[in-house]
């Protein structure tokens, strides 16, 4: 029985997962773009900018996909 369940657990994570990212490579361009404290400048302007926003991507992606996840992982509980 918990053998049926795991496919669908992992398609919900790996969904959630791609979202995070999305959300992260969104929130990435529009710091950029809005140049909030100067930070898009120094990703664009420095030498190894672009490496502080692949770490940036990567954090954020890491977790707006875990609060993605447990976001649908909580609308499964039951009263």
């Known amino acids: 029985m918990a053998q049926e369940k795991d496919p669908h657990l992992m398609r919900i994570f790996f969904v959630s997962w791609g979202i995070g990212f999305l959300l992260s490579a969104l929130f ?3 710091l950029i773009w809005f140049n909030l404290m100067n930070v898009g400048h120094l990703i664009l302007h420095t030498e190894g ?3 502080m926003a ?3 991507w990567v954090f954020t ?3 707006f996909g875990g609060v ?3 976001l649908v992982i909580m609308g499964y509980a039951e009263d």
């Open 68 to 70: 993605q996840f447990s």
């Open 54 to 56: 692949l770490v940036f």
């Open 28 to 30: 990435l361009a529009m």
């Open 49 to 51: 900018g672009y490496i």
């Open 61 to 63: 992606a890491t977790l």
